[in-house]
């Protein structure tokens, strides 16, 4: 609303719902503002790629069933033998939440049962999914070898709950994602979790892509996906033994 020669050249937004904030990024390209919405794939970008071809209008984030992939391989190095894998997933409407389990899934093989429930990012959210499992009838039909939480926080959620309400299953080795040097890389040099993956951060290069479009006036792919890595690299990861 502010006047034109006042209005930012784009918005860079990661939304907290699944939707992206769609009413927001209409109104904000009919105002001739650039949109770049992070870690979230939704349909309606391509539209207003269409409607405004001299806009800078992207997705960018993290290449997200690649952090599923990763933590599949973690998964089979940490217990070649396969095995059962609680998945702490984020919020049920994330493409994120999605698309990593498409990748944990599709890594961890046929050898691997995942069950799971969701959380929202948080520690809180992490301890009260694993709470809520272990009071499911069919928790009791299912023992856990591994516990693949989709970011650290819900990591030590999960693993604070475990401690508490099935102390046995503390020992289990746990999977992270985020793997920021006070967060996951810390838990991992600790021995809190047995491995993480490390996000590149989103921010900066959303940042990059509008001022090349404010030197070039090129517009950018439609979606830009940025390489994860395993913390440990894969290849310093060793067996846990289990099944195997």
Not at 161 to 187: I, K, T, V, Y
Not at 203 to 214: F, K, S
Request: with cysteine; proline share 7%; net charge neutral.
């Amino acid at each position: 609303h502010a006047p034109e020669g006042e209005r930012p050249a784009a918005i860079v937004v990661e939304a907290a719902t699944g939707e992206g904030l769609e009413r927001v990024a209409r109104n904000a390209v009919r105002a001739g503002i650039g949109w770049i919405l992070v870690n979230t794939r939704v349909a309606y970008i391509d539209g207003l790629r269409a409607e405004h071809p001299g806009l800078p209008i992207a997705m960018l984030g993290t290449d997200q069933k690649e952090v599923g992939r990763i933590q599949g391989r973690q998964c089979r190095t940490l217990l070649p033998g396969g095995g059962h894998a609680f998945c702490v997933q984020g919020p049920a409407d994330s493409t994120v939440s999605a698309d990593r389990l498409a990748g944990l899934k599709e890594a961890s093989g046929r050898s691997f049962e995942v069950r799971g429930l969701n959380g929202d990012w948080t520690e809180a959210s992490g301890a009260k999914a694993v709470a809520s499992w272990l009071r499911l009838k069919t928790a009791e039909a299912f023992t856990p070898d591994i516990v693949v939480s989709q970011n650290d926080s819900m990591a030590a959620g999960a693993r604070k709950a475990l401690r508490d309400h099935r102390p046995e299953w503390a020992s289990l080795p746990f999977l992270g994602c985020d793997g920021l040097p006070n967060g996951g890389q810390r838990m991992v040099a600790q021995g809190e979790l047995a491995a993480t993956v490390i996000t590149p951060s989103n921010t900066g290069p959303a940042i990059e892509i509008v001022a090349r479009w404010l030197r070039t006036q090129q517009t950018p792919s439609h979606e830009i996906l940025l390489p994860p890595r395993s913390h440990p690299p894969e290849d310093q990861i060793r067996p846990r033994g289990g099944r195997g």
